[in-house]
């Protein structure tokens, strides 16, 4: 598969439970994205990888943690999290930092109850 | 402060009405003004990059163009499957990507 590949696509989940999203990215790049996506909202950066190193923590709650294990895998491991945090998630690679043709994955619908 | 502010929120067009969406862009030291198409349900499919005044990127019936404080997508002779969510972002000196909250496009055939 090619491309930028993330699972679930859909994810409900209660405010006490621990869940993760998964990123997989086909295309040989070094530096991968989270991306929280809000209805009428701009998309906001939640982290930066570059090289399996993390390179930005935009202010991000604590209940979101990133796991970079390789280049070619990232993780968003959530707990405890809000009704807030409703969203779509995405990730997104790019062939380094700093080059923003960016290729997104379809993301993960994640709705807290 | 950097900032990116689309217009429309939503434009609806008949099927062939050609039309442009708008960026403005607030930025210190332009380094680059990007566009790209998100559909429902999938993520953003990149589109142009710009770097400079004047300069302009054509796909298809899609057409970008760029000044010192906006860029425009024109779009010519549109069809449904035109229909999407357009997203422009601009990143300046500091390296950081500003993203508008997006213009909605729908074709009515």
């Known amino acids: 598969e090619t491309g930028v590949t993330q699972t679930p696509r859909h994810l409900v989940m209660g405010m006490t439970n621990k869940k993760s999203l998964k990123c997989e990215q086909h295309l040989g790049h070094n530096a991968m994205y989270w991306y929280k996506q809000s209805a009428k909202k701009p998309l906001e950066l939640m982290f930066v990888y570059s090289l399996e190193e993390r390179v930005e923590n935009n202010s991000v709650p604590s209940r979101f943690s990133p796991e970079c294990p390789n280049s070619s895998h990232l993780f968003l491991h959530l707990h405890t999290l809000q009704p807030e945090d409703s969203a779509l998630y995405l990730c997104?690679?790019?062939?380094?930092?700093?080059?923003?043709?960016?290729?997104f994955g379809s993301g993960t619908r994640l709705t807290v109850v | 402060e950097d900032q990116v502010t689309q217009s429309p929120e939503a434009l609806r067009l008949q099927e062939g009405e050609s039309s442009s969406l708008n960026c403005s862009y607030t930025?210190?030291?332009?380094?680059?003004l990007f566009w790209y198409r998100q559909d429902p349900g999938k993520g953003p499919e990149f589109l142009f990059t710009l770097y400079s005044a004047g300069e302009e990127k054509e796909k298809e019936r899609l057409k970008a163009t760029l000044t010192k404080k906006e860029s425009f997508l024109h779009i010519t002779a549109p069809k449904p499957e035109d229909s999407a969510t357009y997203l422009c972002?601009?990143?300046?000196?500091?390296?950081?990507?500003?993203w508008g909250a997006g213009t909605k496009l729908i074709i009515k055939p």
């Open positions: 930025v210190s030291g332009l380094r680059g």
């Open positions: 972002a601009v990143t300046g000196s500091n390296y950081q990507l500003i």
């Open positions: 997104a690679s790019s062939q380094e930092r700093g080059w923003y043709g960016y290729t």
